[in-house]
């Protein structure tokens, strides 16, 4: 879907491209491909680097254009992981300003009117529409890792009191989404750093907007590390957790093993063909019983004692 807007906010949108106008196009067919290539201008190496799921954060410049690609995370449904990173490019010319990326996501979500309209004021320049798409992501970073954190605790809870491996493995899957978080806000915080020292950016920068861009990546970054340091403790901690409940249900079972084997060895003993005092007695039959279920009471009560059941 494209959808052109005459301002930055996306407050007005527009049918034809005009100068200065903001163009959003999220998971584009391939007939929306080819309007971007044919009718913005849009170079087609550009867009496969964009639509490219493994695509690295980086800026390019070139004669006529600009291009910075950040990574934003995604919520993910049906893939165990909860949350992915995908890419988003943002292409600048004297002209426009195009953001592309391959999914529907909530740093440019496409179904809104304006993403932008809770702003007091209105976004004029493209370098600091850029720097609040940063920011917004390094909210929606926060967020997410909040919400990662929340899943954690419930996995944490079914742990406990686990003997199979279903939980411990979406705690793997917690971590590996962290991983993939970490490594994006480092290399958006790259891009921010070069954004702020490049000197082909002629535009003035608002210096109190980059630095909280600045500031909601980095606390997104130990954010991450923090919950990935945790996991990976609490990954080794389960997995000896896991072990130790399947050695309680083992020993368990042992026991009621032992104490049904005292019937049976006195039930066989007197089953024996041999002579024995019982055989005329019409008492035999209930007093193996009475015998057998008074030692295995006695069993269970020894046990019980040494706390082994």
Not at 86 to 115: A, R
Not at 163 to 170: A, V
Request: proline content about 5%.
């Amino acid at each position: 879907m494209i959808k052109i807007f005459k301002t930055f906010g996306g407050y007005i949108e527009i049918k034809d491209p005009q100068k200065d106008c903001w163009i959003n196009a999220t998971s584009p067919i391939p007939s929306e491909i080819q309007k971007l290539t044919d009718v913005f201008g849009l170079p087609k190496d550009v867009i496969k680097d964009i639509l490219d799921q493994d695509e690295r954060p980086r800026i390019e410049f070139d004669d006529d254009w600009t291009l910075i690609i950040l990574r934003i995370p995604v919520a993910v449904k049906n893939n165990g992981v909860p949350f992915l990173t995908i890419p988003l490019g943002i292409f600048m010319t004297e002209n426009y300003t195009l953001t592309l990326c391959l999914q529907d996501n909530e740093v440019l979500p496409i179904g809104q009117p304006s993403p932008f309209r809770d702003q007091y004021k209105e976004i004029t320049d493209n370098i600091n529409f850029i720097l609040r798409l940063f920011l917004r992501s390094g909210n929606l970073y926060l967020r997410n890792l909040k919400q990662i954190n929340q899943m954690t605790s419930v996995i944490e809870q079914d742990l406990e009191k686990s003997i199979k491996n279903k939980e411990l493995n979406k705690l793997l899957k917690m971590e590996k989404c962290l991983v993939y978080f970490i490594t994006s806000i480092k290399a958006n915080e790259i891009v921010l750093a070069k954004l702020r020292r490049s000197k082909k950016i002629t535009t003035e920068i608002n210096e109190d907007l980059l630095e909280d861009a600045f500031i909601e990546n980095k606390q997104a970054l130990e954010m991450a590390q923090i919950y990935s340091d945790i996991q990976s403790g609490m990954m080794d901690a389960f997995a000896s957790v896991i072990s130790n409940n399947l050695n309680v249900v083992l020993k368990q079972l042992t026991l009621i093993s032992i104490i049904l084997m005292i019937p049976t060895l006195i039930a066989s003993i007197f089953g024996m063909n041999v002579p024995n005092f019982l055989e005329d007695s019409s008492y035999a039959m209930p007093s193996i019983i009475l015998v057998s279920i008074v030692l295995s009471f006695l069993g269970v009560i020894i046990f019980r004692k040494r706390q082994w059941l």
